[in-house]
């Protein structure tokens, strides 16, 4: 039987490149990760929307 790890939502913000397309892991709050798949275009367009909701510092 394979060693059980503890599944917590501890870590970083994550992005990687799998294959053709992008895997998000975002901690949450209170434990887990919520994984999200993107291909580039929604990448990108995420992006943009991210930079327009933070002012420039």
Known sequence: MAAMKPRT???PLEVTKE???YVMRV???GGGRL??????TE???????????????
């Open 9 to 11: 939502g501890d870590g």
């Open 35 to 40: 994984v999200v798949e993107l291909n580039a």
């Open 27 to 29: 901690p949450l709050e």
């Open 43 to 57: 990448v990108s367009e995420l992006g943009l929307k991210l930079l327009a909701a933070v002012p420039a510092s």
């Open 19 to 21: 294959g053709r397309s």
